[in-house]
């Protein structure tokens, strides 16, 4: 303000003593004190009222003076005010130049600076390589002492990293949400077991992630992209191992399980091969239509088994975990269905008049030879326990099925064939095989007769 007014004092006075003193003695020093208006303004570009104040303030009362003498008619002396003038304006150009052009240089390496922790590098490539190129032509003019040159340079290069600055600040809310998707991984990754498969990558992961966090609070976009493409392939590297771990174990217990599902299968065909047995099936349409449904149970689980396999090879660890899930559910499938099958076997056996009991014979599923002797009478039949968690067996439940006495009160029965076996009536175990007697015993028909 001090500057404009100066000015505007001397652009006054100027032009009212060209008006007062034209045609009138000495000529007014026009070109001295034009040549000094010039030379303050040029320091005035430069900012020397700050970086050399004391020739910048020198200047502008010399020329004021030299206005002052210009209207009391001394143009001598307005002159020698004038040449001094432009000499303390050059004196404070000279002073300024190379100080502005310092500091603006100092600005725009600040600029370039703070564009590169933004991650300029990565997201504002071209503002940020024509920054650097605008300071490196900056410092040829400095060098060569054209000092208002380099100060036009670095401005330019300190308002091209502002740019730079501002476009990679927009990519915050990119590098959120992609942050998100890692936490989200790292998740998935706890619930499938990294904690204790992948420990170490799983805290790595975690720590790469907690830096991004904190690196986007304070805006440190160059160190959050590097923490977070760390954060990226430690959370991927964590949920891979698990999920190769865990699909690994899901593998094994699908062989185990359709292994002995196979063996428990071939076990009851070997037996419903034995020729007595065999005549007996064929006219059980039900538990031909038994062993049929557990052969393709059987079949398909060996299939997804085989897929569960096949992707194992192609490290496709998901796809292998979903398999062997599937071979184990119809495994199980048809491990709960032989019980059924047995019971079915036998019944059909019992209506042939084949049954093992019936000729005097014993077999694994009827009573061994110290057992009393009405167990080996006709009439009576064996049932295996099934292991079914939804609807467990028990000796109630057994004499209630339709096959067997189609009443549950006639438990009693069943305990007293087999006390050999059950040592407490409400505590029997899958896999027990039992004789079942007849409902009704020679003694009570003959009395019901």
């Not at 000529?27 to 970086?51: H, L, Q």
């Not at 959050?224 to 865990?246: G, R």
């Not at 036998?346 to 167990?375: C, F, I, L």
């Amino acid at each position: 303000m001090k500057n404009n007014t100066y000015l505007k004092r001397l652009t006054i006075g100027f032009i009212a003593a060209a008006f007062v003193f034209v045609g009138c003695g000495d000529p007014i020093p026009m070109e001295e004190m034009g040549k000094a208006k010039v030379a303050i303004a040029r320091a005035e570009s430069v900012k020397s009222a700050k970086y050399s104040p004391q020739n910048f303030d020198a200047a502008q009362k010399a020329l004021l003076a030299s206005h002052d003498f210009v209207e009391n008619g001394k143009m001598s002396d307005a002159k020698d005010k004038a040449i001094e003038a432009q000499k303390q304006a050059d004196a404070a150009y000279d002073e300024s130049a190379p100080k502005l052009a310092k500091d603006t240089r100092g600005e725009a390496e600040l600029a370039i600076r703070k564009a590169e922790e933004m991650n300029a590098e990565q997201f504002a490539a071209d503002d940020l390589g024509a920054s650097k190129a605008s300071l490196v032509q900056g410092d040829k003019y400095y060098e060569a002492k054209d000092y208002l040159s380099a100060t036009h340079l670095f401005e330019e290069s300190r308002e091209k990293a502002n740019r730079a600055a501002t476009t990679s600040e927009a990519q915050v809310e990119v590098m959120k949400r992609e942050l998100q998707d890692v936490d989200d991984t790292i998740a998935t990754a706890e619930r499938a077991g990294a904690a204790e498969n992948a420990p170490d990558t799983l805290k790595r992961a975690k720590t790469d992630s907690a830096n991004t966090h904190g690196d986007l609070d304070n805006n440190k976009l160059k160190s959050a992209y590097q923490n977070l493409q760390l954060a990226k392939a430690s959370s991927k590297e964590a949920l891979a191992i698990s999920q190769k771990e865990t699909a690994r174990l899901k593998l094994a217990q699908a062989e185990q399980d359709v292994a002995t599902a196979e063996a428990r299968l071939n076990d009851l065909k070997a037996r419903a091969a034995d020729p007595a047995t065999a005549k007996a099936l064929e006219n059980s349409e039900e538990m031909q239509q038994s062993l049929k449904t557990a052969d393709d149970n059987l079949t398909a689980s060996k299939e997804a088994l085989n897929a569960a396999r096949e992707a194992d090879k192609n490290q496709a660890y998901t796809e292998v975990a979903t398999q062997s899930d599937e071979a184990s559910r119809l495994a199980k499938i048809l491990n709960d269905s032989l019980p059924e099958t047995e019971v079915l076997m036998g019944q059909a056996r019992d209506k042939s008049g084949e049954e093992t009991g019936a000729n005097g014979t014993d077999s694994e599923e009827n009573v061994n030879s110290t057992d009393d002797d009405n167990s080996l009478k006709s009439g009576w039949k064996t049932y295996k326990v099934r292991y079914i968690p939804e609807n467990r067996d028990c000796l109630w439940k057994i004499a209630g099925y339709k096959k067997i006495y189609n009443n549950a009160r006639l438990w009693p029965k069943i305990y007293r064939a087999n006390k050999n076996k059950i040592k407490n009536p409400d505590l029997i175990y899958p896999g027990q095989v039992f004789k079942i007697p007849p409902k009704k015993s020679k003694g009570e028909k003959a009395k019901a007769e």
